[in-house]
């Protein structure tokens, strides 16, 4: 089937409300020859004469007549289509947003996220769902419309990424426990029973490389899926965990954190979205606001 010339419905606009060639001229500043050829178009493509001749005027066919009141509607829904976004009320705005977040972001961060979603636009609602791997179909898919974590060698390449915060793993253990009294020395640091944090169920990882370095290796009593649990089971044991500072911060009330003895790498937690939704002016607000209060909350 061949596409139609969607042009013509800006003329055929013109022609059934002008209700003659030469007022349709004049209105999309064409020439009366030009205006004849586009009607002549307009009639082949209907199947329709739509203006016969009445004396020394046209008159519209029934046909025309039907048209005249659909055609009008479908232009202005066009030009509203291409024409620019117009500025968006957010306090109007009514939406679900869904975010897919590495565990503990939302425990860290979501209350605040969610009080000033709220405060900005109370129609708008927050759909946290938990990342449980770095894939990014979900962002394609348009099923999530924002994730947070660190971006990954499966990370789709077409996907924006902004940073939202940078963070150092420290070992996190309960009030009490013998590593909250003097220096946190390697040797003091790998005697300890610790808690390996690895969605994939590994025991090793970059901080058991910096201690090797140093001839020394941790005592790996358990692994977990996730920095909640590691917390929960330091907080009721004399078990090490090392978990990320600011993604873990409330979650780490009551217990003491000390540095790593060790070298250990950075990271960087972004924010990624897929780039259709980069001129969508709700979804600029979303990201504005995870931005904000991500810089916010310490």
């Known amino acids: 089937m061949s596409i139609p010339d969607l042009n013509l419905l800006i003329t055929l606009d013109a022609v059934l409300a002008e209700g003659s060639v030469a007022g349709a001229a004049r209105r999309l500043r064409l020439s009366p020859s ?6 002549a178009r307009l009639r082949d493509t209907t199947g329709d004469p739509l203006l016969v001749r009445a004396g020394r005027g046209l008159v519209p ?3 025309a007549l039907e048209l005249r009141e659909r055609v009008g509607p479908l232009v202005l829904e066009a030009e509203a289509v291409l024409r620019p976004a117009e500025q968006l009320d957010i306090a109007k705005l009514t939406r679900t947003f869904t975010l897919r977040t590495r565990e503990g972001f939302v425990e860290n961060f979501g209350a605040d996220l969610v009080a000033r979603a709220h405060a900005e636009a109370p129609g ?6 938990q990342k449980l791997d770095k894939e990014s179909a979900s962002l394609r898919d348009g099923s999530v419309d924002l994730e947070t974590g660190v971006v990954g060698k499966v990370t789709g390449p077409e996907v924006r990424v902004q940073a939202l915060f940078r963070d150092r793993f420290i070992g996190v253990v309960r009030q009490g426990h ?12 790998a005697a300890g029973r610790h808690i390996s944090v690895s969605r994939r169920g590994l025991a090793k990882g970059p901080i058991d490389e910096a201690l090797l370095g140093l001839g020394l290796e941790r005592d790996i009593a358990t692994i977990v899926g ?17 978990v990320p500072e ?3 911060g409330k979650l780490r009330d009551g ?3 000390f540095p790593l003895p060790v070298p250990a790498q950075e990271i960087t937690v972004s924010m990624l979205w897929h780039p259709r939704m980069d001129a969508d002016p709700a979804h600029r607000w979303l990201r504005g606001l995870v931005r904000d209060t991500c810089g916010a909350v310490r």
């Open 178 to 189: 013998a590593l909250c009294v003097g220096d946190v020395t390697p040797a003091r640091y």
């Open 226 to 242: 996730g920095f909640t649990s590691a917390l929960a089971l330091a907080r009721g044991s004399d078990l090490i965990a090392s």
């Open 124 to 129: 708008a609602r927050l759909c946290f769902v």
């Open 255 to 257: 217990m003491h954190g």
């Open 246 to 248: 600011r993604h873990t």
């Open 61 to 63: 066919t029934p046909r």
């Open 34 to 39: 030009a205006m004849s050829r586009a009607l």
